[in-house]
């Protein structure tokens, strides 16, 4: 039978799904995972640069979800339950946040590391600490934005430290004596790192 009269199958929707373009949003929840799974010991230096540029060179479903496949599954957000505030819970652990040429939320009720960083590529980052469960008496987050604007919401209660190139601060709160430390340094170039107390409203 030549290739011509073979009788046609209907299509794998799995196998269509595999093929579909991905977007840059989609690359960017996959970075999230490779750097979780790192911070978490289950990749090592050199497999999360590999998986990093693989990543960001893929082009389909089926190549991002190779570099995924042997790492557990992201938590789902909507049965996460819900923050005191009406706010959704995400559970994300690790101390890595990276947004590249998109925008990335962290917010809800999630275990914040001692250490912390966050690295924003032409983008923007909303840092919601208000219901993060903090580590210890001091957390270190660490910001790099690059022609990008991060905004952080600190929780009461913690004193602030802030300091690094274009990093300002708008803090109404006054902390009380032995309060946990919230110490935060950036570089922002061509951007702006910002850190509140409280959401601006016009």
Do not use: N
Not at 44 to 51: A, K, M, P, V
Not at 64 to 78: F, H, N, Q, T, Y
């Amino acid at each position: 039978m030549s290739v011509e009269q073979r009788p046609r199958t209907a299509a794998d929707p799995r196998t269509a799904a595999a093929d579909l373009r991905a977007s840059d949003r989609e690359r960017d929840d996959v970075l999230v995972r490779l750097h979780t799974a790192y911070a978490e010991g289950r990749l090592t230096e050199g497999e999360l640069d590999e998986r990093i540029d693989l990543a960001l060179a893929a082009r389909t479903h089926r190549d991002l979800g190779r570099l995924s496949a042997d790492l557990p599954a992201a938590p789902d957000e909507a049965s996460a339950g819900e923050c005191p505030g009406g706010r959704p819970a995400v559970s994300l652990a690790g101390r890595f946040q990276l947004a590249y040429k998109s925008h990335v939320r962290r917010s809800g009720r999630w275990p914040l590391p001692t250490s912390f960083t966050s690295v924003v590529y032409k983008g923007g980052s909303l840092l919601d600490l208000r219901c993060a469960e903090l580590g210890g008496p001091v957390t270190s987050i660490r910001v790099l934005a690059y022609k990008s604007t991060v905004e952080i919401l600190v929780p009461p209660g913690v004193r602030v430290e802030f300091g690094g190139l274009g990093v300002s601060g708008d803090l109404r709160g006054q902390a009380p004596p032995g309060a946990p430390v919230l110490r935060v340094t950036g570089i922002a170039y061509k951007g702006a790192i910002e850190m509140k107390d409280h959401i601006h409203r016009p």
